[in-house]
């Protein structure tokens, strides 16, 4: 009886470790699904980041050319601001010297 009793008792301790793993692996289940869930969470921040970056990567290059397209208008507009100066004292040379020979006809008439 006695062997009985302690045979009994082995099992209500047998019974009540394994109902605490039980609640162990339930706890380390929820834990496991909370890291997994986590996870999927930064990956998705992390895709979001990444697409950021090469939106805003995309959008520096973009304005690069931009600009390198503004510098070469730039240039040109320089390029024909000289050509329309030397245009323009040229023709303010022949200007005063049709003014003189106008002058020089007028005073021989």
Known sequence: ??????????????????QRLAVDLQSMQR???SLAD???QLE?????????????????????????????SRQE??????LLRDEVSALRGKVAAHGGERDS???RF
């Open 38 to 40: 986590r996870i999927v």
């Open 44 to 72: 998705s921040q992390l895709k979001l980041a990444a697409a950021e970056a090469s939106s805003h990567k995309q959008e520096q290059l973009a304005s690069k050319a931009a600009l390198a397209g503004m510098e070469r």
């Open 105 to 107: 006809l007028g005073a």
């Open 1 to 18: 009886e006695e062997e009985l009793q302690r045979a009994a008792e082995a099992a209500r301790a047998a019974e009540a470790e394994n």
């Open 31 to 33: 834990h496991t699904q």
């Open 77 to 82: 507009i320089m390029r024909e601001g000289a």
